[in-house]
T-cell receptor, first 115, second 110 residues
């Protein structure tokens, strides 16, 4: 399967703990995006990378959220000192960079539950 | 602020008939629009897109219409099939930042 892969699929943790999620994009895609989705809402853009450069991070939800893509391939999203309100589905998507607009292809997400 | 709105949370259509899903947006800087389909426990799947320089794009049973003056987007599915039952999200993009609507749950009745 050469789609977007996210790990883990589910994460349950206690409030105050740090969590890290991984995303492996489609191999030839150089753009990678992170979203959060809560119940009854659409995906909410958080940040995106072009290769290893993080081109937009102002919409990360707080300074507890950070993302990296050190070698321009896989990416990680970390949430420090988790809070109850962080419970959500975290989605990763990737796309090609080109002259024309390119659609994003999503993984199946990591569902985070904060106890 | 919700820059992309889907005002119908749900829609039911008989198999074989046309499904029309609607989406409104507020930001005139959006230049690329997309529709995604989502099944439970899966990520959204790309369906069809349209650039702001066009007013229609067709792909098989799926057609997207864009009315820029009204800031309105619609997805037509014809004929509708039971396998089309899912949540449909519209999305809009400006400067590689994507904004999604809240989704419309489509049920196609056999």
């Amino acid at each position: 399967d050469t789609g977007v892969s996210q790990d883990p699929r589910h994460k349950i943790t206690k409030r105050g703990q740090n969590v890290t999620f991984r995303c492996d994009p489609i191999s030839e895609h150089n753009r990678l995006y992170w979203y959060r989705q809560t119940l009854g809402q659409g995906p909410e853009f958080l940040t995106y990378f072009q290769n290893e450069a993080q081109l937009e991070k102002s919409r990360l939800l707080s300074d507890r959220f950070s993302a990296e893509r050190p070698k321009g391939s896989f990416s990680t999203l970390e949430i420090q000192r988790t809070e109850q309100g962080d419970s959500a589905m975290y989605l990763c998507a990737s796309s090609l960079d080109g002259y024309d607009n390119q659609p994003q292809h999503f993984g199946d997400g990591t569902r985070l539950s904060i106890l | 602020d919700q820059q992309v709105k889907q005002n119908s949370p749900s829609l039911s259509v008989q198999e074989g008939r046309i499904s029309i899903l609607n989406c409104d947006y507020t930001n005139s800087m959006f230049d690329y629009f997309l529709w995604y389909k989502k099944y439970p426990a899966e990520g959204p799947t790309f369906l069809i897109s349209i650039s702001s320089i066009k007013d229609k794009n067709e792909d098989g049973r799926f057609t997207v219409f864009l009315n820029k003056s009204a800031k309105h987007l619609s997805l037509h599915i014809v004929p509708s099939q039971p396998g089309d039952s899912a949540v449909y999200f519209c999305a809009a993009s400006a400067s590689n930042q994507f904004y999604f609507g809240t989704g419309t749950s489509l049920t196609v009745i056999p």
